[in-house]
């Protein structure tokens, strides 16, 4: 048995195990599952992790509901997608409608969005998180840190926030809050915003903070007053809990599709669509990104989808990854180019007309759309909250 293996040879043999796979290990015996939890262990593992992922692309997708983590081999003959393993430390039962990846943590809202969980999938642990009030059928999400005087101390951070017309009261919602890990509680904060951010627009992370897509404000009376940059990057910078200025785009968009998506550790990929005439599909990546000031690098991708898939994707799908080495876009949507469409699919798409079609399984909920994240194990230990407050549910966990 591995347990009966000296330390070295049993900590040689588990470090070759996938992520999903450790869960098991740890259940078998306290043996191993305090082996898994030491430093030298969590070196030794993530540093094959790294190494493998030069080779491949490990992320983490959500498919009807669930989460797993996945394996994608680019330019090969043909491209592929792989099913590692389904990430089950929030139970095989949990149903996820959104996830959020920042340092290795991934912020997790339930489908019934009544639910709000940060995660570590490499050490399993999690902090489910309890409403101040209830949770709002419209809520956006982010999950970041404050750097704390030394770059390697951080106060993981998430943001919630809505600013709706709700049909059900007749009055526009406007919340935004902050919950931090350190202190297991929430503060308000007081934001006037003049632009709006789509529910269907995922923010993503970099260094600790989160960007979106967003687009300048209508005013209910018309659309007087209206500046010149109508749509750009907005950053939420978790240290000064404080949206920062607009930074710019590489294009102008009208009822297209944008999307973001992170590459590496510090830097912004947007993809542009346009939803007429030829789907044309650029994507830009930036050169220097900070939450006051953004540069982009000359165009990575522009491809005239019109002969591959003939339709745009839409900005409730269109979560993408790029490989800057192959030059290659994998984005995520379902198979739309039927009446009824009933598959979950990537699309690789390159230069000099690559693209191929990768089947990611049945897609039977009209209302989950395939998304992706990149990932990249983290020992990271998430603080849990104080024993009188670690209550799966609130009493009061109610959606709004």
Request: charged residues 25%; contains cysteine.
């Amino acid at each position: 048995m591995i347990s009966d293996l000296p330390r070295d040879l049993a900590e040689e043999v588990l470090s070759r195990l996938p992520v999903t796979s450790l869960r098991g290990a740890r259940s078998t015996c306290k043996k191993l599952n305090t082996l898994t939890k030491t430093r030298s262990f969590k070196k030794k593992h993530m540093g094959g992790s790294q190494k493998k992922q030069r080779k491949e692309f490990e992320v983490v997708m959500m498919l009807e509901y669930k989460v797993y983590l996945m394996s994608v081999h680019l330019l090969c003959d043909p491209s592929s997608i792989e099913r590692i393993g389904k990430l089950v430390s929030l139970g095989d039962d949990a149903d996820i409608s959104k996830i959020f990846h920042c340092d290795g943590l991934l912020l997790c809202v339930s489908k019934d969005r009544s639910t709000l969980v940060v995660w570590n999938p490499y050490t399993g642990q999690t902090r489910w998180i309890q409403p101040r009030n209830c949770y709002h059928r419209f809520d956006r999400y982010a999950l970041g840190y404050e750097r704390k005087n030394s770059s390697s101390l951080r106060s993981y951070k998430v943001l919630r926030f809505v600013d709706d017309y709700d049909s059900r009261v007749k009055h526009r919602i406007t919340e935004f809050e902050i919950y931090s890990l350190d202190s297991d509680s929430w503060k308000v904060v007081h934001v006037n915003p003049e632009w709006d951010i789509e529910s269907s627009q995922r923010g993503v992370s970099l260094k600790g903070n989160t960007y979106w897509y967003a687009q300048e404000k209508i005013p209910l009376d018309g659309p007087s007053e209206i500046s010149d940059q109508r749509d750009f990057l907005l950053c939420f910078d978790f240290t000064t809990e404080r949206f920062g200025p607009r930074l710019p785009l590489p294009f102008h968009c009208f009822e297209d599709t944008v999307a973001l998506s992170s590459v590496g550790e510090d830097q912004l990929a947007v993809l542009y669509q346009k939803c007429e005439p030829a789907y044309t599909l650029k994507i830009w990546i930036s050169s220097k990104i900070e939450p006051n000031a953004v540069t982009w690098n000359k165009l990575f991708l522009a491809v005239d989808m019109s002969p591959f898939t003939g339709f745009p994707f839409l900005d409730i799908g269109g979560s993408f990854f790029v490989d800057e080495e192959k030059n290659v876009a994998v984005v995520l949507d379902i198979d739309r180019g039927k009446p009824c469409p009933t598959r979950n699919t990537a699309y690789f798409i390159g230069e000099k007309g690559y693209f191929e079609k990768v089947h990611l399984g049945g897609s039977a909920n009209a209302d989950c759309w395939p998304l992706v994240c990149s990932y990249v194990p983290s020992s990271v230990q998430i603080k849990q909250a104080s024993p009188h407050a670690t209550r799966r549910t609130h009493p009061n966990c109610l959606i709004c």
